[in-house]
């Protein structure tokens, strides 16, 4: 029943705290020392959370249910109310430390690997000593350059690119948020040095490997998009070779994909055996894409793949810059965990579709070790998806 002055008033304390109910989440708490509080109750990002609206009688019955709507408006629009009230609290703009701090919450609440959040602090550590106290949208491309420099001087160039990612990342999520307009950051990547290439980039942390599968089963774009990167990472074929590939390579009867010699990096056909998970994700897609030429046609014409791109900026997209991960970098994770697991260097190898130079284990090679690749690789999409399991908190 709906709350009136009256009975409010008529409402005498006991020993534990009281909760009357207004409707629609709004509660009055009538507390021991017999002090009377509005509270609301709601959902945000599946917790349930708790708003003070005041206390009786300052607040009246009729003002605590404006604010009650007020909040739940705030709630309409995809907003906290306890977030939205902070903000309104604050004196002043906000600053790009405080941004910068809640970016990364936000990254904890997604579940990053404790690594990653590492040096997400300890990047946001330096941006706070050269422009943390200033307003976020005060905040300029020549204050990020200036601080980019100085840690170039120490010859840490791939740390200045990540600093520059992550202002970037930091910029987007202010503008989002509505604390920003533009992201100055992005013009700054092409002002620094390049640090010496180490091949593909990618990450070799299994729990930031777990979060990285995490992430892309999560992916909010094209199915077609998330399919190719899970392709990447459960069969580690070249992403070229997952977004050329054709119906006519997949044999669901032999569990197989068999990628034609013309469209492999070296010269011979190359065989993948089908692990139940590929075969769940082929299948899946397929009623979508079956019928067409291409498994991941693009979203132009369907008689076209995506590109190899479309995976990377998916990446991207997901909050992995360009000098962490990209989707060649499945392909250095494939090996590194195998070759930690202990499986034979040769089968690891031959799925990875290198050449044996040494004749003797060429002539070997004939085989294929086809038997061996097939648990190999059902063994490798069972350990992707332990990784990925959501971790215990």
């Known amino acids: 029943m709906s709350l009136t ?33 509005w509270r609301l109750a709601y959902r945000f990002g599946g917790k349930q959370k708790t708003l003070a609206l005041g206390k009786w009688p300052d607040v009246t019955v009729k003002e605590a249910r404006k604010r009650r709507s007020k909040a739940k408006a705030t709630l309409a629009d ?156 459960y069969t580690f074929l070249r992403p070229g070779e997952v977004t050329k590939m054709h119906w006519a390579d997949v044999d669901f009867v032999a569990r197989q994909i068999v990628i034609p010699t013309e469209r492999m990096k070296k010269p011979r056909p190359h065989v993948v055996p089908l692990s139940d998970q590929v075969a769940s994700l082929l299948r899946d897609i397929e009623r979508l894409t079956g019928g067409h030429r291409y498994v991941l046609w693009s979203l132009r014409s369907s008689s076209r793949p995506i590109s190899d791109n479309t995976l ?21 994770i494939a090996s590194t965990l195998l070759h930690e697991e202990g499986w034979n260097t040769d089968w690891i190898e031959r799925q990875l579709a290198h050449i044996e130079r040494n004749k003797v284990r060429a002539a070997y090679d004939k085989s294929e070790h086809i038997e061996g690749r097939t648990e190999m690789m059902q063994a490798y999409a069972d350990l992707l998806d332990k990784l990925a399991e959501t971790p215990k908190r």
Request: proline letters at 5%; charged letters at 30%.
């Open 312 to 332: 990377n900026a998916a990446l991207r997209r997901l909050g992995y810059s360009k000098q962490e991960m990209v989707a060649h970098g499945f392909r250095k």
């Open 78 to 233: 995809g907003l906290d109310p306890s977030q939205e009230r902070q903000r309104g609290d604050r004196k002043g703009p906000p600053t790009w430390a405080e941004v910068a701090d809640e970016y990364v919450d936000f990254q904890r609440k997604r579940g990053r690997a404790p690594k990653t959040l590492g040096k997400l602090s300890c990047h946001v550590e330096k941006t706070k000593a050269a422009f943390g106290d200033r307003p976020i949208a005060e905040v300029r491309a020549s204050d990020v350059l200036a601080l980019l420099r100085d840690i170039e001087a120490d010859g840490k160039h791939t740390t200045a690119a990540s600093v520059r990612s992550l202002c970037s990342r930091v910029f987007r999520y202010a503008a989002m948020t509505d604390r920003a307009e533009t992201d100055p950051a992005a013009a700054l990547s092409g002002a620094l040095v390049a640090p010496q290439s180490e091949g593909y980039p990618a990450i070799y942390d299994r729990d930031e490997i777990g979060g990285l599968i995490r992430a892309i089963r999560g992916y909010r774009g094209e199915p077609m998009t998330a399919t190719g990167l899970l392709l990447c990472a």
């Open 5 to 37: 002055e009256t009975a409010i008033k008529s409402v005498r304390p006991s020993e534990r705290i009281a909760k009357l109910s207004d409707g629609e989440g709004l509660q009055l708490h009538i507390h021991p020392n017999g002090s009377k509080l």
